[in-house]
């Protein structure tokens, strides 16, 4: 009740106080927490959305979302859960430079999963996940770039595409500053590894026709037949032009 009700004066004073987003969690012990509020530069002033006393974590735990359907005592679907997910990578390249530094290699130690832990519980709500695979998925140690772009990153074939799946992530952005930073060769192997896991990718390809291709997702919600396009670009960068990063006919990006 009381996440409806500060939602519901946010919703009502946003335009005027100049709050365009306000983020809230219920966490495991029952709690509300604010999480996240955007608003204009000139908005300072919790108060008036009576948000001020609410405790504010930005590490909290949401155990669970729940489900309109589930007070509804009904099988029929009363939502449908899309959860995107921002920037994502293992982080092998960041791990192995500082192994070499002498430093500890957390994938080493603790396994691919340790990271993601605590996501689980939220992703486990999510009916269909979409990630940004940021990073190229490639066995390959050579780029071309590595002395010139200032970094270039990727990840275990195997582990990376286990991670995912473990994850439930169903679709992935490869439109990115980094799914090319080994060559078309290595962004090849990021398709082929997406392939070869069930995972849907978009925003990159072998071509230019591939790469504009977009996702489509269908789900019936109360008797009504919903259509959810997804589709990825990667902003135009001279530099990345230069290091050849966007797709054309013969040439993958």
């Keep these: 009740q009381s996440l409806f009700e500060h939602a519901s004066v946010c919703a009502k004073g946003k335009l005027e106080l100049g709050v365009f987003s306000l983020d809230l969690a219920l966490t495991q012990a029952g709690d509300l927490h604010v999480i996240g509020v955007d608003r204009t530069a000139p908005f300072n002033d919790l108060t008036r959305l009576g948000l001020l006393n609410l405790p504010r974590h930005t590490h909290e735990v949401i155990h669970k979302r729940s489900r309109r359907s589930e007070?509804?005592?009904?099988?029929?679907?009363?939502?449908?859960?899309?959860?995107?997910?921002g920037d994502s990578n293992p982080g092998d390249s960041y791990q192995e430079k500082r192994e070499?530094?002498?430093?500890?290699?957390?994938?080493?130690?603790?396994?691919?999963?340790?990271?993601?832990?605590?996501?689980?519980?939220?992703?486990?709500?999510?009916?269909?996940?979409?990630?940004?695979?940021?990073?190229?998925?490639?066995?390959?140690?050579?780029?071309?770039?590595?002395?010139?772009?200032?970094?270039?990153?990727?990840?275990?074939?195997?582990?990376?595409?286990?991670?995912?799946?473990?994850?439930?992530?169903?679709?992935?952005?490869?439109?990115?500053?980094?799914?090319?930073?080994?060559?078309?060769?290595?962004?090849?192997?990021?398709?082929?590894?997406?392939?070869?896991?069930g995972i849907t990718y978009f925003g990159a390809g072998r071509s230019a026709t591939e790469a504009e291709s977009v996702v489509h997702h269908h789900v019936s919600i109360g008797g009504k037949l919903l259509h959810v396009v997804f589709a990825g670009g990667f902003e135009y960068r001279s530099l990345y032009k230069k290091w050849g990063y966007y797709a054309d006919a013969s040439h993958a990006g």
């Design 100 to 197: 070499a530094k002498g430093g500890k290699n957390i994938l080493k130690e603790k396994g691919y999963e340790y990271s993601f832990q605590k996501f689980r519980d939220l992703l486990a709500c999510s009916d269909y996940t979409v990630a940004n695979l940021e990073v190229s998925v490639t066995e390959r140690r050579e780029s071309e770039l590595a002395d010139v772009k200032p970094y270039v990153d990727r990840a275990a074939v195997k582990e990376t595409t286990e991670l995912l799946k473990g994850l439930g992530v169903n679709a992935v952005s490869l439109a990115n500053n980094h799914t090319k930073d080994f060559g078309e060769i290595g962004l090849v192997d990021t398709i082929s590894a997406m392939q070869e896991g």
């Design 71 to 85: 007070f509804m005592g009904t099988d029929e679907r009363a939502d449908h859960v899309i959860a995107f997910l």
